[in-house]
């Protein structure tokens, strides 16, 4: 099977994009809780300090953080098994390189999806500030996603989810959606590990949902940023 270039070139650019603003709320998210969490941010967005203490005990700040940095490790992964992909037309199917870039994505996923159960759980047991939550409720949505020019169908998603003070959604969303990137690069793996080239559509489907999760966690960091 011939690999269309352009097409690779373009999902690539999609994904090398912005991807430090999309998990980049672990400091601020962790706000919406009442907890003393050494992690959590309470300073300015714009504060050269560093906002993250490491604890050997989970705290929602650090599990953010955790599932954020794996699962952009994973889609580092992702991008090395995309450039062998398009170089393919040129050097030829290298099947044992394929395999070990996505093994190391899944690998990678799956730790992420671990700390988003994590958190998902922890959350569920810790109590709401209030402050925040009642700021979150009162935020004009509609004004922000248009000033800034954010996708519709996108922040729609955010918004249902903070208009009503749902945090523990969000990070519930976290989870389910890296367990939909996780099965995507299972399917991509036994291609390659059959020695079967994935066909694009897999991996223009698995590009579009990544870009989709980046795009949510951007958003729902810009509105904590908002507001804080």
Known sequence: MKVKGIFCFIFLILFLTNFNFGFMFANEGCNAFSTTDPSCNTG?????????????????????????????????????????????????????????????????????KAAYRSLKDLAAVTPYNWTIIDRLMGFDYYAFGRERGLIGSIFQKVEQYLTIGDVRGVFREFYIESGRLLELLYSLKRDADAFILPGLSTVWRLNQKVSEFKLFGQYVAEVFYAIL
Not at 73 to 93: A, K, P, W
């Open 44 to 112: 300015s967005s714009n504060s050269t300090t560093p906002r993250l203490t490491l604890s050997a005990t989970p705290t929602i700040g650090g599990l953010i953080a955790e599932g954020g940095s794996t699962l952009l490790q994973s889609i580092s992964d992702f991008n090395r098994f995309t450039s062998l992909y398009e170089r393919s037309e040129i050097d030829g199917v290298d099947f044992k390189l394929m395999q070990a870039a996505l093994s190391d994505a899944i690998a990678n996923m799956e730790k992420a």
